[in-house]
């Protein structure tokens, strides 16, 4: 059975407690956040157990590497604290069921995750991943199954995960391109911290994307435009890609503005927010967080998860901001039409 | 011998009278179960006056008689059981008024809920009328005919409630007109302030004459719509759901599905809530109304709502859903039939359970289904089954999980809904006696010969 590797003794040391003072669904200052985190190590009751919405941010807050939020998760689902609603979290484990129906291109020593996005299909095209495809895999196979941490439930992943590093290992490929933040953050930071063998080296596509865009320099057009980054949760698991948002926004031109809820302070789409907790929390985060667009000057709303961009992208545009994937994105600024129309 | 096919000829011209093998084994059947038969004759009429001249000509032979409008309804209401003439009426497709002041709409007994629907958007785009999910060649007289439901039973009750005049030609040959035109130039009223004489042919099945002209109740028809789903495991609470839900009176239409297939609906039971607004103020204003009246369930946990993502709005807003007709090409080879009995909702969890018992005993794909009329006043319940029409011993299996259904039902408090013959029958045997004779009683005044789709709601 796999053991989340988690030190108390890092929180009894932590000189700030950021990982709850930091928190924006929750209000902690620092001596009741390491209090509360000692409690929750010792199996004690905490009203964080209870009141944590599964923003992932206190993975980030936490630079001391100790997994405060696969910590509060396992706490939970030892206690039986449902995060969702029982059908909720039964639909989302339904689906990412193996079944048999994966999709593999011509696999190649490096090949191209796109976990199980559909969305993710009509992406990746043209000549940013033209070093790359085909090789690809696609469907429940080689689904992380990581967003079942929203649902406190990490025996899923703990059965899971192992057969779909498995699944990668039979492939024999040196590096997997993770189109998603959950599977790269699955590979990088889960899996490990549970003591998990990753037989591969998990790029995030961010890296990738820089990378061909420097190679692709030369027929780069900047774009010109602000756009306000949406932040997805599971990027908390992987914050030390974070910066090559900023990196690849700045070679094709597109000025980032400069926005209250941006980088540490990013708000969540608000989808598993409305799943688990209902209206009001969803409405007011979504609220805030298109009304900072909207007051920061932003013309386009860049995505980085396909689920965000589905939750959000309407909202947005009705606010007269263009969604659009970070990826279409790029693709414009080499002179690529964008997989989606952008309205 | 007379020539029925001579007579009938002249009436309609020929090229609308056929008694060709090919025709007549097409009108035999319908696409569900029922066993076929065959008539001697269709016509297709153009005209009231025709179909009074082929009332007449049958009643003096005494010819069965079964008007037919897309021959949609899947229980063989309209297979001829005595043979005789079908009366399809698909070429008295005509929309002849529409009021939109007083928002009704008067059309030909033949017109399909798709020409009306695309009518409407036309030329009326701020009236609708409630669309039924069957597919958009069903015939608005034969939907209230069999008192249908659609988009806007919800709101405002069975689709034959909506009915708001009826010209229909008696088994006597004679054209009656029925509500506020009877006497007046506006199609305004089935009945009120009059006595209500439409109860002597809805829900008839053309057991006591052929709708030629129907009036319907047209709506507002808003600017937006939008679905939310609202996902339990708790097939006990639904009624409890629906009850708050109906209690806001902020949604448009409810329907409830639960089915094994794709995994995203396994185990699950799910609320499906469409609702509508003139500007995005009004939408979200009802949205956050609906959210909120089930947030005691989303806290015990009991319930959420799930994410819809936007590829799949299209099809969950397709008026009519054509989700249907996948659902029956599940076990390929195109079958697909159920019982929808109109039932209290609070019946819904026997009535899920009973449907997954079915399937499972009898190997079906199966989905529950449920339309919530009026403010949770009932529902109609689908035990609907997906079956091969290739594969003749699943079919026979399906035919004896919904001989089950018809018997479950009736126990547990339902009403058929467009019955099948052997439901009709065990309806009467079950019916108070009192009722039951005043049925007999109007159908044989109206119908002395007995000559109107005979075998329907025949009372020994």
Same mark, same amino acid.
């Given at each position: 059975?796999?053991?989340?590797?988690?030190?108390?003794?890092?929180?009894?040391?932590?000189?700030?407690?950021?990982?709850?003072?930091?928190?924006?669904?929750?209000?902690?200052?620092?001596?009741?956040?390491?209090?509360?985190?000692?409690?929750?190590?010792?199996?004690?009751?905490?009203?964080?157990?209870?009141?944590?919405?599964?923003?992932?941010?206190?993975?980030?807050?936490?630079?001391?590497?100790?997994?405060? !939020?696969?910590?509060?998760?396992?706490?939970?689902?030892?206690?039986?604290?449902?995060?969702?609603?029982?059908?909720?979290?039964?639909?989302?484990?339904?689906?990412?069921?193996?079944?048999?129906?994966?999709?593999?291109?011509?696999? @190649?020593?490096?090949?191209?995750?796109?976990?199980?996005? +559909?969305?993710?299909?009509?992406?990746?095209?043209?000549?940013?991943?033209?070093?790359?495809?085909?090789? !690809?895999?696609?469907?429940?196979?080689?689904?992380?199954?990581?967003?079942?941490?929203?649902?406190?439930?990490?025996?899923?992943?703990?059965?899971?995960?192992?057969?779909?590093?498995?699944?990668?290992?039979?492939?024999? $490929?040196?590096?997997?391109?993770?189109?998603?933040?959950?599977?790269?953050?699955?590979?990088?930071?889960?899996?490990?911290?549970?003591?998990?063998?990753?037989?591969?080296?998990?790029?995030?596509?961010?890296?990738?994307?820089?990378?061909?865009?420097?190679?692709?320099?030369?027929?780069?057009?900047?774009?010109?435009?602000?756009?306000?980054?949406?932040?997805?949760?599971?990027?908390?698991?992987?914050?030390?890609?974070?910066?090559?948002?900023?990196?690849?926004?700045?070679?094709?031109?597109?000025?980032?503005?400069?926005?209250?809820?941006?980088?540490?302070?990013?708000?969540?789409?608000?989808?598993?927010?409305?799943?688990?907790?209902?209206?009001?929390?969803?409405?007011?985060?979504?609220?805030?967080?298109?009304?900072?667009?909207?007051?920061?000057?932003?013309?386009?709303?860049?995505?980085?998860?396909?689920?965000?961009?589905?939750?959000?992208?309407?909202? $947005?545009?009705?606010?007269?901001?263009?969604?659009?994937?970070?990826?279409?994105?790029?693709?414009?600024?080499?002179?690529?039409? +964008?997989?989606?129309?952008?309205? | 011998?007379?020539?029925?096919?001579?007579?009938?000829?002249?009436?309609?011209?020929?090229?609308?009278?056929?008694?060709?093998?090919?025709?007549?084994?097409?009108?035999?059947?319908?696409?569900?179960?029922?066993?076929?038969?065959?008539?001697?004759?269709?016509?297709?009429?153009?005209?009231?006056?025709?179909?009074?001249?082929?009332?007449?000509?049958?009643?003096?032979?005494?010819?069965?008689? $079964?008007?037919?409008?897309?021959?949609?309804?899947?229980?063989?209401?309209?297979?001829?059981?005595?043979?005789?003439?079908?009366?399809?009426?698909?070429?008295?497709?005509?929309?002849?008024?529409?009021?939109?002041?007083?928002?009704? $709409?008067?059309?030909?007994?033949?017109?399909?809920?798709?020409?009306?629907?695309?009518?409407?958007?036309?030329?009326?785009?701020?009236?609708?009328?409630?669309?039924?999910?069957?597919?958009?060649?069903?015939?608005?007289?034969?939907?209230?005919?069999?008192?249908?439901?659609?988009?806007?039973?919800?709101?405002?009750? /069975?689709?034959?409630?909506?009915?708001?005049?009826?010209?229909?030609?008696?088994?006597?040959?004679?054209?009656?007109?029925?509500?506020?035109?009877?006497?007046?130039?506006?199609? /305004?009223?089935?009945?009120?302030?009059?006595?209500?004489?439409?109860?002597?042919?809805?829900?008839?099945?053309?057991?006591?004459?052929?709708?030629?002209?129907?009036?319907?109740?047209?709506?507002?028809?808003?600017?937006?719509?939008?679905?939310?789903?609202?996902?339990?495991?708790?097939?006990?609470?639904?009624?409890?759901?629906?009850?708050?839900?109906?209690?806001?009176?902020?949604?448009?239409?409810?329907?409830?599905?639960?089915?094994?297939?794709?995994?995203?609906?396994?185990?699950?039971?799910?609320?499906?809530?469409?609702?509508?607004?003139?500007?995005?103020?009004?939408?979200?204003?009802?949205?956050?109304?609906?959210?909120?009246?089930?947030?005691?369930?989303?806290?015990?946990?009991?319930?959420?709502?799930?994410?819809?993502?936007?590829?799949?709005?299209?099809?969950?807003?397709?008026?009519?859903?054509?989700?249907?007709?996948?659902?029956?090409?599940?076990? @390929?080879?195109?079958?697909?039939?159920?019982?929808?009995?109109?039932?209290?909702?609070?019946?819904?969890?026997?009535?899920?359970?009973?449907?997954?018992?079915?399937?499972?005993?009898?190997?079906?794909?199966?989905?529950?289904?449920?339309?919530?009329?009026?403010?949770?006043?009932?529902?109609?319940?689908?035990?609907? !089954?997906?079956?091969?029409?290739?594969?003749?011993?699943?079919?026979?299996?399906?035919?004896?999980?919904?001989?089950?259904?018809?018997?479950?039902?009736?126990?547990?408090?339902?009403?058929?809904?467009?019955?099948?013959?052997?439901?009709?029958?065990?309806?009467?045997?079950?019916?108070?006696?009192?009722?039951?004779?005043?049925?007999?009683?109007?159908?044989?005044?109206?119908?002395?010969?007995?000559?109107?789709?005979?075998?329907?709601?025949?009372?020994?």
């Amino acid at each position: 059975m796999y053991t989340l590797n988690f030190n108390e003794n890092i929180c009894k040391t932590c000189p700030n407690g950021d990982c709850l003072v930091k928190c924006q669904y929750m209000n902690f200052n620092k001596d009741q956040a390491i209090h509360e985190m000692i409690a929750i190590a010792e199996g004690k009751d905490s009203p964080v157990l209870r009141d944590c919405v599964t923003c992932y941010a206190c993975e980030e807050y936490c630079r001391r590497g100790n997994h405060p !939020f696969y910590l509060i998760t396992e706490r939970r689902e030892e206690k039986g604290i449902l995060t969702a609603p029982r059908a909720i979290t039964r639909q989302w484990i339904n689906i990412g069921e193996p079944r048999g129906k994966y999709r593999r291109g011509k696999i @190649k020593d490096k090949l191209l995750s796109l976990g199980f996005m +559909p969305e993710l299909l009509n992406l990746v095209q043209g000549k940013l991943f033209e070093d790359v495809l085909p090789s !690809f895999v696609f469907g429940q196979e080689f689904f992380c199954n990581v967003v079942y941490i929203h649902f406190a439930d990490t025996s899923i992943i703990k059965e899971r995960l192992p057969q779909v590093l498995e699944n990668f290992r039979k492939l024999a $490929v040196k590096e997997v391109v993770c189109l998603h933040d959950e599977c790269f953050g699955a590979f990088s930071s889960l899996a490990p911290a549970y003591g998990m063998e990753v037989p591969f080296k998990p790029i995030h596509y961010f890296e990738y994307l820089y990378g061909r865009l420097q190679d692709l320099a030369k027929e780069i057009q900047p774009l010109h435009i602000k756009a306000a980054y949406q932040r997805p949760c599971s990027s908390r698991l992987s914050s030390h890609t974070h910066h090559f948002v900023r990196d690849i926004l700045d070679l094709i031109g597109v000025e980032l503005v400069d926005r209250t809820y941006q980088d540490e302070n990013a708000l969540c789409c608000g989808d598993i927010l409305g799943m688990n907790y209902g209206y009001e929390l969803r409405h007011d985060v979504q609220t805030r967080n298109i009304d900072d667009m909207v007051e920061h000057g932003a013309e386009y709303c860049v995505f980085n998860c396909s689920a965000c961009q589905n939750v959000l992208s309407a909202k $947005v545009a009705k606010r007269g901001i263009k969604p659009i994937h970070l990826i279409d994105l790029c693709r414009m600024a080499i002179g690529e039409k +964008p997989s989606m129309e952008v309205s | 011998m007379t020539d029925i096919f001579g007579q009938l000829a002249r009436i309609v011209g020929e090229r609308f009278v056929s008694n060709n093998p090919e025709e007549i084994f097409f009108y035999a059947r319908d696409p569900g179960l029922m066993p076929a038969h065959k008539p001697d004759y269709v016509v297709v009429p153009k005209t009231a006056e025709e179909i009074q001249q082929i009332v007449r000509l049958a009643g003096k032979e005494r010819i069965p008689l $079964v008007p037919m409008g897309a021959g949609m309804s899947l229980t063989g209401l309209v297979i001829p059981l005595k043979g005789g003439i079908v009366i399809d009426m698909k070429r008295m497709n005509g929309i002849i008024e529409v009021n939109e002041k007083a928002r009704y $709409v008067i059309v030909e007994g033949g017109t399909s809920q798709g020409a009306l629907k695309a009518y409407l958007e036309k030329h009326y785009p701020r009236l609708r009328h409630s669309i039924p999910d069957s597919p958009a060649t069903a015939t608005v007289a034969s939907n209230t005919m069999i008192h249908g439901q659609g988009r806007l039973s919800q709101q405002y009750g /069975f689709n034959s409630d909506m009915v708001s005049g009826l010209e229909v030609v008696l088994p006597s040959g004679e054209i009656c007109r029925i509500g506020s035109c009877a006497l007046s130039p506006y199609w /305004f009223s089935k009945g009120a302030p009059l006595p209500d004489l439409t109860g002597l042919f809805l829900g008839w099945f053309g057991a006591t004459g052929i709708i030629t002209k129907i009036a319907l109740k047209l709506y507002p028809r808003k600017k937006m719509r939008d679905v939310e789903i609202f996902v339990t495991d708790r097939d006990d609470l639904v009624s409890d759901m629906v009850y708050e839900i109906t209690h806001t009176e902020m949604v448009e239409d409810i329907t409830i599905f639960a089915q094994p297939m794709p995994m995203i609906f396994k185990d699950n039971h799910h609320i499906t809530l469409f609702i509508t607004g003139d500007t995005e103020e009004e939408l979200e204003f009802k949205r956050k109304m609906v959210w909120s009246c089930l947030d005691r369930f989303i806290k015990s946990k009991d319930g959420g709502f799930m994410s819809v993502p936007p590829v799949m709005k299209p099809t969950l807003l397709d008026m009519p859903q054509r989700s249907v007709s996948r659902f029956a090409d599940v076990k @390929k080879g195109g079958g697909f039939e159920y019982s929808g009995p109109i039932i209290p909702v609070e019946t819904y969890p026997e009535c899920a359970r009973k449907v997954m018992d079915l399937a499972s005993t009898y190997d079906l794909g199966y989905s529950a289904m449920a339309r919530i009329i009026g403010r949770s006043h009932c529902m109609m319940f689908g035990f609907a !089954f997906t079956f091969n029409r290739a594969d003749e011993d699943m079919m026979e299996r399906t035919r004896k999980a919904l001989e089950e259904v018809s018997t479950f039902a009736i126990e547990l408090g339902g009403v058929f809904w467009k019955p099948t013959i052997d439901e009709q029958r065990l309806a009467l045997e079950k019916m108070d006696p009192v009722t039951r004779d005043l049925m007999k009683m109007i159908k044989g005044n109206l119908d002395p010969r007995s000559i109107m789709n005979p075998g329907n709601w025949e009372v020994a």
